[in-house]
């Protein structure tokens, strides 16, 4: 994945400024920087849910603007987890593997990320913790190319962070390549090493 002088404004605000950015098939790569930075922005932008005021990138071959194509190769887990609230957990994971063409054992998804008890009730019910797991399992399921994850670790307790450390793990060494945004640098760093600071809309390696 490449980027090249990327601006973004929203409304007369300049959130990216001229950003380059590369990343090799397979890299994990933490993003950093303090609230507001723009870190949410920038992985909406590069799984084409946002468009730059200027500048080029490409993501697998494909150009952004060509979002389609870039959509079939990417995952996004934002701050908006994407659940259907009148569906169960099974149903959401059913309806996520028929829409990508894809297969998997729903039951043993289910049971190691202990919403099997959960599993006929509707999404909404469930508590915040419960949601996040079902979005990393739907996550791990869909085994994208690209897999970009805003804040994994929000809502969890010490077992579910664990086991999103886990689940991402698991999603590099299957071949997806990771961007992961995220507050507590010290967890998303076991996953993906490679830090990026984002500070005036510009990216820097981390320490």
């Not at 009730?121 to 949601?131: D, E, H, I, P, Q």
Request: with cysteine; proline share 3%; aromatic share 4%.
């Amino acid at each position: 994945m490449q980027l090249r002088g990327i601006w973004l404004r929203l409304g007369r605000d300049a959130v990216l400024r001229g950003l380059n950015l590369d990343v090799q098939v397979g890299e994990a790569v933490t993003l950093l920087g303090r609230n507001g930075a723009g870190k949410s922005t920038l992985l909406r932008l590069i799984a084409s849910a946002l468009s730059c005021t200027r500048g080029e990138g490409r993501v697998f071959g494909y150009d952004l603007t060509d979002r389609r194509s870039v959509r079939d190769h990417v995952h996004l887990l934002g701050h908006e987890l994407g659940l259907y609230p009148d569906l169960t957990p099974r149903e959401n994971l059913r309806f996520a593997l028929k829409m990508h063409g894809q297969t998997g054992d729903i039951d043993a998804a289910l049971e190691r990320v202990d919403l099997s008890r959960a599993a006929e009730r509707r999404v909404r019910f469930l508590s915040a913790g419960m949601k996040k797991r079902l979005a990393l399992t739907r996550l791990a399921l869909l085994a994208r190319p690209l897999v970009l994850v805003d804040e994994p670790f929000a809502n969890l307790d010490a077992e579910g962070r664990e086991l999103a450390i886990q689940l991402l793990a698991e999603a590099q060494a299957a071949g997806s390549t990771l961007i992961i945004a995220a507050h507590e640098p010290e967890l998303s760093l076991r996953v993906a090493p490679r830090a990026l600071v984002l500070d005036g809309g510009v990216l820097g390696e981390g320490a």
